[in-house]
Each structure stands twice: as structure tokens, then as C-alpha cells.
């Protein structure tokens, strides 16, 4: 790009910051200019919630660039404390506000980027503005969050949604040795993921001393005498708190976009095509703000993560500058780490598959995350959601200690690919002893499913069990069967069972199941070769337990 472009961006972090210094790459003449309205350019917001729980102690840390380094690294203007009043389209003029003097001045542009991110909602709840009640968004809102943790000496705190904030707030305050009482709405914790999922994280969250009130929602907030506060819920209680914080979710900031009579979504975000234009052609938008496509359902959805924002910003700079570069959609892919277990998904969900009418089969699988023989070995809980027919990867989910994520992203780069089980079950992956296995957990994901798919071990799903006539037989050895078990279930393990598979029924179903689901597929496997109609149940006991 030759011409000299007037470049000007509203909101300088993660989608603002990243289009900026993209845009330079493209071109050295033009001019570019960073408004944002608060103190810092830039600034890791990921890394808040482990600012407050002092994990991250030095603030600095948390401030990825600054002004000078745009400018001298980059030759981009960044003005702080400088909030954008109005955009007219007409003239292509910005009208800014400069914080500290008051004065509003005029910026000309030739291409206008919004970045404007998301605000954490207040609903309009009784007592919502009082004193102690917080939200996180910037860094002088973890400062606040901090000074008053040690003014108030808080020893309690009630945490008001259990989405990735709500927890990872819910890990730092208990870190500095604060009682927490965490609610919920809804009757899990991690929306993204599937309520069986998370039953491990509800126990870890409840071993860690965290008071967890599920399916409770708030109805408003109260001062006492001493100054402290009390947080009232439908269902009647009341739950003392000297600090509380907000996690409920963001609302796009869309008035700059609104007023200027930018499309806007049904969801609420700015309208934007795959060039992440909006409706007017000097102006983009990126981040929070705007609606994405759901890479596996189409849907226009709001999703506020860092990576798409990122993404997008690159491919704003990239169409400004005159490449086609597309934004191909957002997938949702997800993590977060709560008292040493970590929680990550990709794709729908099997909620959202149910919501839109998307036709999935589903398997459950509870794989060491390195071989068992080397010492340290961590089950991964996972779930995988695939289309029934040709085997594409719709979603995937996964708990545990260690190796959690790195499965995920596998799987998320496979879906992006519209990649099916079948890929999986063919993917090359590392091994060695202390990584992974041989057979790792991906790939075992892909091969038992594919083994639904070919119809080598057809599985039961436990919440579909009561629909029919089903002989449940458990494969387990006698001590794990007598330590519990489902009731009604024969008990032949696994060793016995070709001698004592005249026990057995030709002409019923039969249910198998063991602990995880990997000797119920041998056991499955053999009953189908002697002609029984035999069926795994997927992911075992272990699943059982969980959507009990
Ligand atoms: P923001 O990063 O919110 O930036 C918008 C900027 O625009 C703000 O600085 C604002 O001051 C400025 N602005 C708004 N309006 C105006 C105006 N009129 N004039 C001037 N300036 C304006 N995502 C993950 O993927 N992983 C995580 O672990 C993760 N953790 C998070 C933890 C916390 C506590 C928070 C708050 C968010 C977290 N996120 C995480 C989400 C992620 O930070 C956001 O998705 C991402 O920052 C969005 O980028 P953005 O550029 O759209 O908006």
C-alpha cells in the first residue's frame, strides 16, 4: 500500500492493539492512531484474576506494551485517557474527548477500526452500586479489587457467576485466604461445557472450601451497620460477603457503532462481514464487540475470548491494507485452571447441538494423560460430539490435571479443518513416555468412535438406558463390582466372562459396562463375535456417576 491512509482505532488492547501493529506490518506510510479512554495500552486483562490473588505481584507485568513501544517500535500514536464521543460517517470524522483537559477535538479517517470491547453486566439489582461490589475488566478495577481486600481485611467474599472469572476469582481470593461463597444461576459451573462434564470441577470447587450454590440466582444486595454486605438469592438465603464480585458476563459495547447507525446483530454485537467490515466501508470492527460465526452451527454468536480478538485484528489491518484476508469464524475453544484442574472445550457443546437441531452422536472416554507405567499418570475426562453420519467433529470437552489442554487444542485445529474421528483416530501425535502414549488420548477419542460409526462397538448413553429392555452387565472384577455398583446389574468380569457367556441372553440387549469403558469394549467386542447384541456403555461407571 502506497498511498498515505489516515488510520485511526478506538480501544487499544487485544483487538485494537493487535490491528495496529498488523496494519503497520502492511504498510510504513500510514498514519495510525490508538484512542483508548483508559490508562493503559495493551495490558494482559487475562491475567487480572491472578493480579488480584497475587500470583502476579508486580504490576508491570501485566502491561504487554506501552506507549513508547508503539511509538519507537512501531511509529504508532497512542492516545491515553482519550475516550471517541461520536463517529460521523458523512464527513469521516471521529469527535474525541480528551480526558484530562476536557477538551473535544476532530480526527479525520480514511479507515476507522472499533475495538471496543465488552462491559461486565450490572443488572439492575437492588443495592448494585454499593460499596464492595466489583466487577474486572481493567487494571485500576484490580487495583480497587486489591486496596480493598486489605482496607476491609475481607475474610469473605461471594463470587456471582461461575463462568472462567467466577472461577479463576473464586481460585485467587481462597489463595489469599478468603471464605468464598460462589452462585450460580444455573445448575453448573463453565456454561461452555456440558453439566456432566463439570461434576469435577463442582467437587473440586466444594474440597477447596468453596461454598457452591447452584441453580440460585441473586436477587439483590444489602448494607449492614458494620458496613459489610448481605447477598439475597431466590431460594431465600442470605449470604454475608465484605467483598463481592461481579462474573455474570460482558455486554459489546456497541453505542459509538449504534449511534453512528452501524448494523447491529439480533445478539446485540456490531454486524461485520468476514473481512470484518461493517456496513459502512471505511469502518471495521473487531473483538468483543462484534458478532462471530459459529465455525460448527452458522449461527451469529457474541463469543468475548482474547484469541478471536487477536485474529481479527490481523484481518481487519490485512483488509484495510488490501488483502483478502478472511475471518473464518470463532469456535469457542476455551480454558481455564481451577484448583489444579483444568477445564477446556472447542465446538458446541451438545446443549447448543440440542438448541439448534444439529443431528450428533457422543462418546465418553476417561484416558490416562501419559502412560500408566510411568510414575504421575492424571485421568482426562473427556467428550466428544461428532455428526452421526459422516463422523465430522462438532465439539470436544475435557477435565483433569495435566495434558488437558494440549488434547483440546489438537482436536480444535482438527475441527477448525472440518476434520472428522476418523482423522483423529489416523493423527500423529507425540509420545514418549512422560508426554503421552502411543495410543494418546486424541487418538483414542477418534477410535471409539469410530467404532460406533462402523458399527464395530455400538454404545448405550446411561441417560438413555431406562428407554429400553436392557440387560446391564458389569465387566468389573468382584471387589470394584461390590464397592459399587448400578442396581440390577450382573457381575461377570471381564476374565470369566468367555467362560460364563452361557449366563447370557442371545435374544436380549445387552448393556456392558466397567469402570472407564475400555474392558466393556473387549467384553463388547467378543459377545458381538458370538453373536450377542452387545453394547458399551460410554465412558463407564465413571460417566454414570457423573450425570447421576
Ligand atoms: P478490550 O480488550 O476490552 O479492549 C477494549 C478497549 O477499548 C478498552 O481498553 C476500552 O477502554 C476501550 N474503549 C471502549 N470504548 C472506547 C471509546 N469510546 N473511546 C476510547 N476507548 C474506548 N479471554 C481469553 O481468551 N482467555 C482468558 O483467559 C481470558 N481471561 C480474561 C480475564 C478477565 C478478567 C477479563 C476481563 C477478560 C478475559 N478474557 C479472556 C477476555 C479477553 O480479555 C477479551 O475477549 C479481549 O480482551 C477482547 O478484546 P477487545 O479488543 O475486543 O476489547
Not at 264 to 276: A, K, L, P, T
Request: hydrophobic share 40%; glycine share 10%.
Amino acid at each position: 500500500m502506497n498511498t498515505k491512509q489516515r488510520i485511526l482505532i478506538i480501544g487499544g488492547v487485544a483487538g485494537g492493539a493487535s490491528c495496529a501493529a498488523r496494519t503497520r506490518r502492511q504498510s510504513e506510510s500510514a498514519e495510525i492512531i490508538i484512542f483508548d479512554r483508559g490508562s493503559f495500552v495493551s495490558f494482559a486483562n487475562c491475567g487480572l484474576p491472578y493480579y488480584v490473588g497475587d500470583v502476579i505481584t508486580d504490576e508491570k507485568k501485566l502491561l504487554v506494551a506501552n506507549t513508547e513501544l508503539f511509538k519507537h517500535r512501531f511509529n504508532i500514536e497512542v492516545r491515553l485517557e482519550h475516550e471517541v464521543l461520536e463517529i460521523d460517517r458523512d464527513a469521516r470524522e471521529i469527535s474525541v474527548k480528551d480526558l484530562n483537559s476536557g477538551q473535544v477535538y476532530r480526527e479525520r479517517y480514511d479507515a476507522l477500526v472499533l475495538a471496543p470491547g465488552a462491559s461486565p453486566l450490572r443488572p439492575p439489582l437492588p443495592g448494585i452500586d454499593l460499596p464492595g461490589i466489583f466487577a474486572l475488566r481493567t487494571i485500576p478495577d484490580s487495583r480497587r479489587i486489591r486496596e480493598w481486600i486489605v482496607e476491609r481485611q475481607v475474610k469473605q467474599a461471594v463470587i456471582v457467576g461461575g463462568g472462567f472469572i467466577g472461577l479463576e476469582m473464586a481460585e485467587n481470593l481462597v489463595k489469599r485466604g478468603i471464605a468464598v461463597t460462589l452462585l450460580e444461576m444455573l445448575p453448573q459451573v463453565m456454561p461452555p461445557l456440558d453439566p456432566e462434564m463439570v461434576t469435577p470441577v463442582h467437587d473440586r470447587l466444594t474440597a477447596h472450601g468453596v461454598q457452591l450454590r447452584l441453580g440460585d440466582g441473586v436477587t439483590g444486595f444489602e448494607q449492614t451497620s458494620e458496613g459489610t454486605l448481605v447477598v439475597s438469592t431466590k431460594s431465600g438465603e442470605k449470604h454475608p460477603a465484605d467483598l463481592v464480585i461481579l462474573g455474570i458476563g460482558v455486554r459489546p459495547e456497541t453505542k459509538l457503532a449504534k449511534d453512528a447507525g452501524l448494523d447491529i446483530g439480533d445478539r446485540g454485537g456490531i454486524r461485520v462481514n468476514e473481512q470484518m467490515r461493517t456496513n459502512d466501508e471505511h469502518i471495521w470492527a473487531v473483538g468483543d464487540a462484534v458478532e462471530v460465526r459459529d465455525w460448527v452451527t452458522g449461527e451469529w454468536m457474541l463469543i468475548p475470548l482474547a484469541g478471536p480478538a487477536n485474529r481479527q485484528g490481523r484481518v481487519a489491518a490485512d483488509a484495510i491494507c488490501g488483502r483478502d484476508t478472511r475471518f473464518r469464524g470463532v469456535q469457542g475453544t476455551t480454558v481455564c485452571g481451577v484448583f489444579g484442574l483444568i477445564v477446556a472445550a472447542t465446538g458446541a457443546s451438545e446443549k447448543t447441538l440440542k438448541r439448534v437441531g444439529m443431528a450428533y452422536e457422543k462418546v465418553y472416554l476417561h484416558p490416562g494423560h501419559h502412560v500408566g507405567y510411568y510414575p504421575g499418570a492424571k485421568p482426562i475426562d473427556m467428550k466428544l460430539l461428532f455428526s452421526p453420519q459422516e463422523g465430522r467433529i462438532l465439539g470436544a470437552q475435557a477435565v483433569g490435571e495435566e495434558g488437558v489442554e494440549k488434547r483440546m487444542d489438537v482436536i480444535a485445529m482438527a475441527l477448525q479443518n472440518r476434520a472428522t474421528v476418523f482423522d483423529l483416530e489416523e493423527a500423529e501425535l507425540c509420545y514418549a513416555p512422560q508426554f503421552g502414549a502411543a495410543k494418546d488420548p486424541v487418538n483414542l477419542a477418534g477410535m471409539v468412535a469410530v467404532n460406533v460409526l462402523r458399527g464395530d462397538a455400538p454404545i448405550i448413553h446411561w441417560d438413555k438406558l431406562a428407554e429400553d429392555e436392557t440387560l446391564l452387565l458389569d465387566v468389573r472384577e468382584i471387589g470394584e463390582f461390590e464397592a459399587g455398583h448400578v442396581e440390577g446389574a450382573l457381575n461377570i468380569p471381564l476374565t470369566q466372562l468367555r467362560d460364563r457367556v452361557h449366563e447370557l441372553p442371545k435374544d436380549q440387549k445387552i448393556a456392558v459396562y466397567c469402570q472407564v469403558g475400555q474392558r466393556a469394549y473387549y467384553a463388547t467386542r467378543a459377545l458381538r463375535l458370538q453373536g450377542f447384541d452387545a453394547h458399551n456403555l460410554t465412558g463407564g461407571f465413571k460417566t454414570y456417576k457423573a450425570v447421576q
